[in-house]
T-cell receptor, first 111, second 115 residues
Framework: GEDVEQSLFLSVREGDSSVINCTYT??????LYWYKQEPGAGLQLLTY?????DMKQDQRLTVLLNKKDKHLSLRIADTQTGDSAIYFC???????????FGSGTRLQVQP | DGGITQSPKYLFRKEGQNVTLSCEQN?????MYWYRQDPGQGLRLIYY???????QKGDIAEGYSVSREKKESFPLTVTSAQKNPTAFYLC??????????????FGQGTRLTVV
């Protein structure tokens, strides 16, 4: 089946690390993505990971992939108020014509 | 600059009317997509097109129609048959998903409200 799930809300204090989690069900996922959406705007790609990798780091962002458990996480180090947004994970599955998105996690960063 | 442009940003529709949302891209992408976003439900695929003059229904195509006469343009019509059209609509484009890693680029969205 095709299902991507995320928790709806996360609140952290400025300067702390944020960890946003995502689970997916389709084991034939090839790429997994993290997108950021600011209020009233479209989605912006933050990072992605190929399914044969287990970790990818890009500045403050760290993506961890546990393919056995079908679990993806995004860690944001030193979270800033400008990181407040909705974060979507998405999967690309072989043979499927469009990305499948989770429901999004709203990250609130408190000063 | 290359990108995707959606217009208008806000759109109001009376019940029983059809409305058309515009999506234009100058990224030379073959594939284009329309998603609907409702609070707490993420993005749901309405229609997608892999190439000019071809398009396919997504998961929630009922009450919507599209055309793809030009590579750059993929307009979405919300018809009167769509019973609950109030939502945020997002257009995206990419190279076809069969080609290596494919990032989808998104427009800024159109918020449609039925009045």
């Amino acid at each position: 089946g095709e299902d991507v799930e995320q928790s709806l809300f996360l609140s952290v204090r400025e300067g702390d690390s944020s960890v946003i989690n995502c689970t997916y069900t389709d084991s034939s996922s090839t790429y997994l993505y993290w997108y950021k959406q600011e209020p009233g705007a479209g989605l912006q790609l933050l990072t992605y990971i190929f399914s044969n990798m287990d970790m990818k780091q890009d500045q403050r962002l760290t993506v961890l992939l546990n393919k056995k458990d079908k679990h993806l996480s995004l860690r944001i180090a030193d979270t800033q108020t400008g990181d407040s947004a909705i974060y979507f994970c998405a999967e690309r599955v072989a043979g499927r014509r469009a990305l499948t998105f989770g429901s999004g996690t709203r990250l609130q960063v408190q000063p | 600059d290359g990108g995707i442009t959606q217009s208008p940003k806000y759109l109001f529709r009376k019940e029983g009317q059809n409305v058309t949302l515009s999506c234009e891209q100058n990224l030379n992408h073959d594939a284009m997509y329309w998603y609907r976003q409702d609070p707490g439900q993420g993005l749901r695929l309405i229609y997608y097109s892999q190439i000019v003059n071809d398009f396919q229904k997504g998961d929630i195509a009922e009450g919507y129609s599209v055309s793809r006469e030009k590579k750059e343009s993929f307009p979405l019509t919300v018809t009167s048959a769509q019973k609950n059209p109030t939502a945020f609509y997002l257009c995206a484009s990419s190279i076809p998903l069969g080609q290596a890693n494919t990032e989808a680029f998104f427009g800024q969205g159109t918020r449609l409200t039925v009045v």
